[in-house]
């Protein structure tokens, strides 16, 4: 709760991310909140996550421990994949399949 809590914080702190409804470059920082966008998806891919793990399901991807899925390594991953702009939703689907390709679950 207080992780929680504190995200909200910062997202308050930074400007209204939610008024970024047009795409935004992944080339550089065409926008501000962009990076910050892409660590909420991170913080979402967590989430779901830890609860597909507590509840027996299997996961989205199976990264090893020693690699931590953040805003960062999303926006790096998302970098290498896509030139120009695009819509946040392009962009976690992107990062989300390289994640699965990067890190497949054994079956």
Not at 5 to 17: A, D
Not at 37 to 44: E, N, S
Not at 56 to 79: F, K, S, T
Not at 93 to 107: D, E, F, I, K, N
């Amino acid at each position: 709760m207080r992780l929680f809590v504190v995200t909200l914080l910062c997202f308050s702190l930074n400007g209204p991310i939610w008024a970024q409804d047009g795409p935004f470059s992944i080339e550089g920082l065409a926008l501000r909140n962009a990076r910050l966008l892409v660590a909420g998806v991170a913080f979402g891919f967590g989430t779901y996550a830890e609860e597909l793990s507590a509840t027996g399901l299997p996961g989205l991807y199976c990264a090893p421990n020693d690699v931590v899925i953040n805003g960062n390594y999303l926006w790096e991953l998302a970098e290498a994949e896509l030139d120009g702009d695009h819509a946040l939703a392009t962009v976690a689907t992107t990062v989300l399949q390289r994640l699965q390709m990067l890190y497949p679950c054994a079956p």
